[in-house]
């Protein structure tokens, strides 16, 4: 597919995980794609085969107005335009929230919401113009609560409420904005969690489709939002979680009685 021919995409935090296989994703569908990260080694081994005319790679850091402000106008002078967003960074601290210090809670603030507003206010004047879209990055953490990830719930859920604040004022004006919620996925972040198998047992238990996500599951929805094929959806924070939210939260009875 060529959904994105002559498209112009940002998407942060590109350097791994689901950043890097959303904007692979657009590249291949034919997009001009700009890669924020921290790290311009990893940048670069995401766009590897493409062809480096098509792409824009820009390192630095989110949490950062100001950088996010050269971020942005140094893609719209790199391409002419923009025409999507998705506000991919993240970062996590595990713990009990006793153990979560002040500064724990202001990186995660900073990196999880902070850079998802400052993307947003940058980008919106050239996305009017274009009548694009955001997509950002919120999580099953942004819509209801985990034990030992408070900082991230709260930040993962101002994501989302974010994200249907703007659906609100900018879908009559032209621009879409949604948000994906991914539950587990494969990613450099997760990989020490993801050594445990009592962990992964509990995780499949509550999963119906038995796994987690891949990065490629997550950017293939992304991407989805952000064509015309979604061109009448706005507002939504689309659970990407393998049926995690299929379930009330009871047990398998099946399971149990030895049924299933």
């Known amino acids: 597919m060529n959904r994105f021919e002559g498209k112009v995409v940002i998407v942060t935090g590109a350097g791994s995980g ?25 940048l670069q081994e995401t766009i590897a085969g493409f062809d480096p005319a098509k792409s824009l790679v820009h390192a630095g850091d989110v949490s950062d107005e100001q950088y996010v402000k050269r971020l942005v106008q140094d ?26 210090t002040t500064q724990d809670w202001r990186t995660i603030m900073a990196t999880d919401i902070d850079s998802v507003y400052f993307g947003a206010r940058e980008a919106l004047p050239h996305l009017l113009k274009t009548k694009g879209s955001i997509v950002n990055v919120s999580s099953a953490s942004g819509l209801g609560g985990d034990w030992g990830l408070s900082a991230y719930n709260a930040a993962k859920g101002a994501v989302s409420n974010f994200t249907r604040s703007l659906a609100l004022e900018y879908g009559s004006r032209g621009v879409r904005v949604n948000a994906v919620a991914p539950s587990l996925t494969s990613t450099d972040a997760t990989a020490e969690l993801m050594k445990s198998d009592a962990l992964m047992a509990a995780f499949r238990e509550r999963m119906p489709i038995g796994r987690s996500a891949t990065p490629d599951d997550i950017a293939g929805v992304i991407a989805f939002l952000a064509s015309e094929d979604a061109v009448f959806v706005n507002g939504v924070i689309l659970p990407v979680d393998g049926g995690l939210h299929a379930s009330n939260g009871q047990p398998n009875f099946l399971s149990l009685m030895g049924q299933g």
């Open 75 to 100: 893609t719209v002078t790199r391409f002419g335009k923009l025409d999507v967003l998705v506000n991919n960074a993240a970062t996590a601290v595990f713990g009990p929230f006793a153990q979560t």
């Open 18 to 42: 689901i950043g890097a296989g959303t904007a692979r994703r657009f590249l291949q569908e034919g997009a001009f794609v700009a890669l924020n990260g921290r790290r311009e080694h990893k």
